[in-house]
């Protein structure tokens, strides 16, 4: 063997060995982790001194295909976490009769206070790509996207008791504390419409009479988006939002141990993909919960480092400030 053969030789190892992680890793994303659902709990404190809590249980990116039904029983199985409220932050299909399985998924649901936006992917089915291909740069929707049953969805929505609230404002006591509630369409089409929402909030106002709600609560205001584009997020904070909720990032989908998000989708930064982080603007700050999501599209099947999940957040009373 000549000397010029041991680099070669070594070379053509490492090359197999890396071949070979990359090979696990997908089969490991793409088989198991992208199914291994988790039930994140969080806990903020933003509700007047001594108030009850209020459970808020969060579903994001669902990209609901009917033959999943693993995640469908997943889903239906959190009913028995019998929350106060739920949040659903959109990109709930993911196939032409993703309708079928979110009505198995949700139905549980009937008569349990709900909000609801819409992602793009609640209009338009996904389309053939490249599994990585969302590494290169924000994702855009292909013109021969095919039209999904968004008429459908909000009907049954609608039928659970769920509130739309894409470019849209309401308001509820849940618990004995009166919560604002304002919301946008997907950021991430540019069919968010902050413009009208200091006009939806008013209007909100001047309908909510002032023995609507209890005397001695103040309102908290929670904001409900798909994408978390800064320019939304912003919004809201000067709008007076204690508490925000998205989705669409699903948390980078594929991650690397030790740095985390690789990409966002969006202009949010990496390290805030997922979890519950503090956004500042001006001399505001709101809580930041963003979902990693139940699904991905059935053309990119695979999470690593990033765990499918919903999200149960536990609003709680305490003194004014944040940690």
Not at 38 to 49: G, K, N
Not at 107 to 126: C, T
Not at 292 to 304: E, Q
Request: aromatic content about 8%; charged content about 20%.
């Amino acid at each position: 063997m000549t000397r010029s053969s041991v680099p070669g030789r070594a070379a053509g190892v490492a090359l197999a060995t890396a071949a070979a992680a990359g090979a696990a890793a997908f089969a490991w994303g793409s088989l198991v982790e992208r199914r291994a659902y988790r039930l994140r709990h969080e806990t903020l404190a933003v509700l007047d001194a001594g108030a009850a809590p209020i459970r808020i249980l969060h579903l994001s990116d669902l990209h609901m295909a009917p033959w999943q039904h693993g995640k469908q029983e997943w889903v239906r199985g959190l009913a028995a976490l019998e929350p106060d409220l739920v949040i659903n932050t959109g990109d709930n299909l993911g196939h032409r009769d993703g309708l079928t399985g979110i009505r198995h998924a949700l139905e549980p649901f009937a008569g349990v206070p709900g909000v609801f936006v819409h992602g793009s992917n609640d209009y338009f089915g996904p389309t053939t790509k490249n599994p990585l291909g969302y590494l290169l740069g924000p994702s855009e929707r292909p013109s021969e996207a095919e039209r999904l049953d968004t008429a459908g969805l909000e009907e049954f929505f609608a039928s659970l008791g769920w509130v739309d609230l894409n470019n849209a404002a309401h308001w509820m006591t849940l618990r004995n504390s009166p919560l604002e509630f304002i919301g946008t369409a997907d950021a991430h089409r540019g069919w968010d419409r902050l413009d009208s929402l200091p006009g939806a909030i008013d209007e909100l106002r001047e309908q909510v009479e002032p023995d609507d709600g209890p005397a001695d609560r103040e309102s908290v205001m929670i904001g409900v988006t798909h994408a978390p584009y800064r320019r939304v997020l912003d919004s809201f904070v000067t709008h007076g939002t204690e508490v925000i909720f998205a989705g669409h990032t699903h948390g980078g989908q594929v991650c690397v141990p030790g740095v985390g998000a690789l990409v966002t989708n969006c202009d949010l930064p990496r390290e805030q993909a997922s979890g519950v982080s503090l956004w500042n603007h001006a001399l505001g700050t709101a809580y930041l919960e963003v979902s990693a999501g139940l699904g991905t599209s059935i053309y990119a099947p695979v999470r690593f480092a990033c765990p499918p999940e919903a999200v149960l957040v536990t609003l709680v009373g305490a003194d004014i400030g944040y940690p």
